[in-house]
Nanobody, 123 residues
Framework: VQLQASGGGLVQAGGSLRLSCAAS????????MGWFRQAPGKEREFVAA???????YYEDSVKGRFTVSRDNARNTAYLQMNSLKPEDTAIYFC??????????????????WGQGTQVTVSS
């Protein structure tokens, strides 16, 4: 499956953005979807993930602020980001794992990756 992330931009602290990850060329509904981010000078880190039918997982620093969801009819996963902070500034990537993964927090556990979309949060 090919993944295309979009929706990034510049927002003030406290603001919101919704990222989208559109899938094509595969059976999206069989993919476990994850979101990762990489800030300048830092390693890529796990942000959130969602299984085929709904269970979701979050990195501690985004719990209560970010919500991951999916619309299998639209072959799209979403990351709603509220109460954004300057430390959320990063390039955000989506990733997919066909038939799922237990190691959802690890980039290498996925088998499809989208290009990144830049999120910049100003103070």
């Amino acid at each position: 499956v090919q993944l295309q992330a979009s929706g990034g931009g510049l927002v003030q602290a406290g603001g919101s953005l919704r990222l989208s990850c559109a899938a094509s060329g595969g059976s999206f509904s069989s993919y476990f979807m994850g979101w990762f981010r990489q800030a300048p000078g830092k390693e890529r880190e796990f942000v959130a993930a969602i299984s085929w039918i709904g269970p979701t997982y979050y990195e501690d620093s985004v719990k209560g602020r970010f919500t991951v969801s999916r619309d299998n009819a639209r072959n799209t996963a979403y990351l709603q980001m509220n109460s954004l902070k300057p430390e959320d500034t990063a390039i955000y990537f989506c990733a997919g794992a066909e038939f799922g993964t237990r190691d959802y927090g690890t980039w290498g556990a996925y088998d499809s990756w989208g290009q990144g979309t830049q999120v910049t949060v100003s103070s």
